[in-house]
């Protein structure tokens, strides 16, 4: 089945930096994109970006570019998520995501997130 | 931007709930999806394409709605459906969620 491990949780001081790890298992890693969702206390899910783990190219949220890194190792089924600059308002629980997997009627694939890791909390303090 | 309503419902068990998911422009290919987040969980996939349960929901969750007006409707709420729920476009990136209903079980 499939699962998304994630690192531990981190503290960090302001304006320092943090990585966090999510090791994919139960299907082929090269085949599905892993997604970065952040959720600050109290808040709604927001989307930071997404790398594929087949080549390693990124989509970033707009609001991230420049600050957030995103990759992939093929070789260890893992990616991984920095974010440099940390502020206080980067408190948050960090999710990795992958699609469904699914295909709609059309033969598209349904990309909302059927998988999620267990979240790694990153306070800024 | 996707506009979520009520922000807090409470209800007791058996009763009907109706959450709202109203969408500023038309969600394309129906690209619209619901979770249920527990405290302490991560979000889980409820509903995809407006209409289709994920694997394992029950029945008594139910999507509709087309263009910019969505509703996830519970039909028989149990104790355990007491959880935020979030509604996401994804249509194109950046996939944006709703700030979330709140549903309480008396």
């Known amino acids: 089945q499939v699962q998304l491990m994630q690192s531990g949780p981190e503290v960090k001081k302001p304006g320092a930096s943090v990585k966090v790890s999510c090791q994919a298992s139960?299907?082929?890693?090269?085949?599905?994109?892993i997604n970065w969702v952040r959720q600050a206390p109290g808040q709604g899910p927001e989307w930071l970006g997404w790398?594929?783990?087949?080549?390693?190219?990124?989509r970033y949220a707009d609001k991230y570019r420049g600050r957030l890194t995103l990759t992939a190792d093929a070789s260890t089924n893992t990616a991984y998520m920095e974010l440099t600059s940390l502020q206080l308002d980067d408190t948050a629980i960090y999710y990795c995501?992958?699609?469904?997997?699914?295909?709609?009627?059309?033969?598209?694939?349904?990309?909302?997130?059927?998988?999620w890791g267990q979240g790694t909390k990153v306070t800024v303090s | 931007v996707l506009t979520q309503s009520p922000a807090a419902l409470s209800l007791s068990p058996g009763d009907r709930a109706t959450l709202s998911c109203k969408s500023s422009?038309?969600?394309?290919?129906?690209?619209l999806a619901w979770f249920q987040q527990r405290p302490g969980q991560a979000p889980r996939l409820l509903i995809y394409?407006?209409?289709n349960r994920a694997s394992g929901i029950p029945d008594r969750f139910v999507g509709s709605g087309s263009g910019t007006e969505f509703a996830l409707t519970i039909s028989s709420l149990e104790p355990e459906d007491s959880a935020v729920y979030y509604c996401q476009h994804y249509t194109t990136y950046p996939y944006t969620f709703g700030q979330g209903t709140k549903v309480e079980i008396k």
């Open positions: 139960g299907y082929t890693f090269t085949s599905h994109g």
């Open positions: 995501a992958r699609r469904t997997g699914l295909f709609d009627s059309r033969g598209y694939s349904v990309d909302t997130f059927g998988f």
């Open positions: 422009q038309g969600v394309g290919r129906d690209r």
């Open positions: 394409d407006v209409v």
């Open positions: 790398v594929t783990g087949y080549n390693g190219n990124t």
